[in-house]
Each structure stands twice: as C-alpha cells, then as structure tokens.
C-alpha cells in the first residue's frame, strides 16, 4: 500500500471508532427524549451515567478524521466543505447544542431524570447531528458530488437534500438508537431497566434493519456509485452484515446483553468497511481518488510519524478512561 493508502485507511478505522463509540452517545440522546413509562426518570439516569465520563472524549476520533483528511487529503477536504457545508454545518451546531445541553441540565436546577427544557435540546440535538452527517454520506457515497478540473461543479444540495439521502440519515439515527439501547442492557443488566432498554434496543434494530434493506433495493436506481460499490468488491461484508443482523436481533430478544452489544457494535463496523472496500481507491467517487486528492508524500510521511507518536499516548489513556469509569456501578442508577 501506498503511504495515501494507509492514510486512509487511518482515517476510516477513526471514523469507524466515532460510529461505534459517538454514535452511542447519540443514540443515547435519543432514549433520553423518549423515555417513558413507570421507570422514566431511572431511564434518563442510566443514560446520564453510561454518557457522562466519556462522551468528550469519543469526539477526539471525528477530531482526528477532520484534522486527519485536512493534512492528508486538502483537495478532498476542500471539495467536501464546500459540497456539504449545509448538512455538515446543521450536524456541527447540533453536536455544540447537545454538548452544552447535557452540561447545563447535569448542573442546572433540574434533577437529570425529570423532564426539561435542556433535556429536549439534548434529545433533539442527538437526532440532528448524526441525521445530517449521514446525508452527508449519502451524498458521497451515491456519486452525486461532482469534481471537474479540481473543481466542484455539482450542486450544494446534490446527493444528501434527496429523498435517498433521508433515508440513509434515518437508518443513521436508528442505528444509533440501537447500539444506545444494546450497550445500556448491559450497563444495566440485573436490574429492571434492563428489559426496558432490550424492548428498546429491538424496536430500533427492526427499524434500522428496515431502513437498510430499503436502501439496499434503491440502490441501483437512486445511489449507482454506492450500489457498485456494496455489490461489487465490498459483497462479502455486506454479505456477513446481513447474516450478522438476526445473529445481534436475537442476542437482544434472548437478553444476552454482552453478546448482543458485540454484535451490534460488528454490525455498524461491517457496513461501513463494506462501503470503503466497494469504493477503494476513490476518496470523492466517481471523480477524486486518493491518490488525486492525497498530499506531497513528505506531508503524508510526517503526518504517519505524528499518529504513530500520538496513538502511544492516546490509546493507552482512553483505554485506562474506558476502565476507570465504565465499570458496572448499578447503584449509580437508583
């Protein structure tokens, strides 16, 4: 492989990492809005304390694929600030209003499990932000962003203002609810919020599953660039993501929390990288691929070295973060 090539495949295990990771915190947004039912409050707690140590630092991983394909890939990035400024920008001031959302209400007046103002900007903002990055997806992933001559010459609203676009930014917030509702089974399990989360985690699997198989039969006629891609070389892991989805469905109806929450969190890793390897080489299909967007390798060598450096401090203390604050406390919860 090329150093461009393992550059960017650097940034796609980073934004694989955000989607197992972030995406729980916004699906997580996403229960606290609905949460109902006699253990309502109890609901809204669990999620505050599954959240609470760690949904700052799952952030440095978006932080790093943007910095990451400035430096590595400047052509690319230009291209898709410009074509995605809309959903990107929508995405980047939910992701701001849930942040202070969920900091203001843990330090506000309100009890965190009562309803509230800050809560329903929590909520709310968990939806926007993983919706409108998905469009985003949608849009480079269908083909519909158009470079000429270095050029953007397709519209702002190409690709994610579509009604294809919108169902992938559903299966996106339903896919987070689902890997939300899977991983809290298990922060709470032996306890009655268990079943609640379960149910939960069901009806969004279902949901999700839907919303993917519905993109998958309009693929051909309104995504050809993606269709290409998840039926061509990336077959095979779109095969074991189907084959995976009633393995993680049933682990949660049987209640095997841990089982389940491997599963799901396998399922997101295994669309993704299906998308990547259909689309390998191009970075912008069908017109920029990684080598045409990459930087001078000199840049690509330094920015290998400094990652290299980086990931010796920062795996280690995100994995020491991860088991200092996500051991199981279900007193915590009551």
């Given at each position: 492989?090329?150093?461009?090539?393992i550059v960017a495949?650097i940034?796609?295990l980073?934004l694989?990492?955000?989607?197992?990771?972030?995406g729980?915190d916004?699906?997580?947004?996403?229960?606290?809005?609905l949460?109902s039912?006699?253990?309502?409050?109890e609901?809204?707690?669990?999620?505050?304390?599954?959240?609470?140590?760690?949904w700052?630092a799952?952030?440095?991983?978006l932080?790093?694929?943007?910095?990451?394909?400035?430096?590595?890939?400047?052509?690319?990035?230009g291209?898709?600030?410009m074509?995605l400024?809309?959903?990107?920008?929508i995405?980047?001031v939910g992701?701001?209003?849930r942040?202070?959302a969920?900091?203001?209400?843990?330090?506000?007046?309100e009890e965190?499990?009562?309803?509230?103002?800050?809560?329903?900007?929590f909520g709310?903002a968990?939806?926007i932000a993983p919706?409108?990055?998905?469009?985003g997806a949608a849009a480079?992933?269908?083909?519909?962003?158009?470079?000429?001559?270095?050029h953007l010459?397709s519209?702002?609203?190409?690709?994610?203002?579509?009604?294809?676009?919108?169902?992938v930014?559903?299966?996106a917030v339903?896919?987070c609810?689902?890997?939300?509702?899977t991983?809290?089974?298990?922060?709470?399990?032996g306890?009655?919020?268990?079943?609640?989360?379960?149910?939960?985690?069901a009806?969004?699997?279902?949901v999700?599953?839907?919303?993917?198989i519905?993109?998958?039969?309009?693929?051909?006629?309104a995504?050809?660039?993606?269709?290409?891609?998840?039926f061509?070389?990336g077959l095979p892991?779109?095969v074991?993501?189907l084959i995976?989805?009633?393995i993680?469905?049933v682990?949660?109806?049987r209640?095997?929390?841990r089982v389940?929450r491997?599963?799901?969190a396998?399922?997101?890793?295994?669309?993704?990288?299906?998308?990547a390897?259909g689309?390998?080489?191009y970075l912008?299909?069908?017109?920029l691929?990684?080598?045409?967007?990459a930087?001078?390798?000199?840049t690509?060598?330094a920015?290998?070295?400094?990652?290299g450096?980086?990931?010796?401090?920062?795996l280690?203390?995100?994995?020491?973060?991860?088991r200092v604050?996500k051991s199981?406390?279900?007193?915590?919860?009551y």
């Open positions: 492989m090329s150093e461009a090539e495949a940034l796609w980073a694989t990492a955000y989607a197992v990771l972030a729980a916004f699906g997580g947004g996403v229960w606290d809005l949460a039912g006699p253990h309502e409050a609901q809204r707690r669990a999620v505050a304390e599954a959240m609470g140590p760690v700052e799952n952030h440095v991983w932080i790093f694929m943007i910095v990451g394909l400035f430096t590595g890939f400047p052509a690319a990035f291209i898709l600030s074509a400024y809309l959903p990107f920008t995405a980047l992701i701001v209003f942040g202070a969920f900091a203001f209400r843990a330090h506000g007046r965190v499990g009562a309803a509230s103002a800050w809560g329903v900007a709310g968990s939806v919706f409108f990055m998905a469009t480079v992933a269908s083909g519909s962003i158009r470079v000429s001559g270095g010459v519209g702002f609203e190409a690709g994610w203002a579509t009604p294809y676009g919108l169902l930014g559903l299966f339903a896919m609810a689902y890997i939300a509702a991983y809290l089974t298990v922060e709470t399990e306890t009655p919020l268990e079943g609640d989360f379960r149910r939960r985690a009806v969004a699997g279902l999700a599953g839907a919303a993917a519905t993109s998958l039969v309009l693929a051909p006629f995504a050809p660039s993606l269709a290409h891609a998840l061509g070389r892991l779109l074991i993501a995976n989805g009633p993680a469905l682990a949660v109806w209640s095997r929390p389940a491997i599963a799901v396998a399922q997101v890793i295994f669309v993704l990288w299906a998308w390897v689309q390998w080489p912008v299909p069908p017109d691929t990684i080598a045409d967007a930087a001078p390798n000199a690509l060598t920015l290998l070295v400094v990652t450096i980086g990931s010796l401090l920062l280690p203390s995100l994995w020491f973060l991860f604050f199981r406390n279900p007193a915590a919860i």
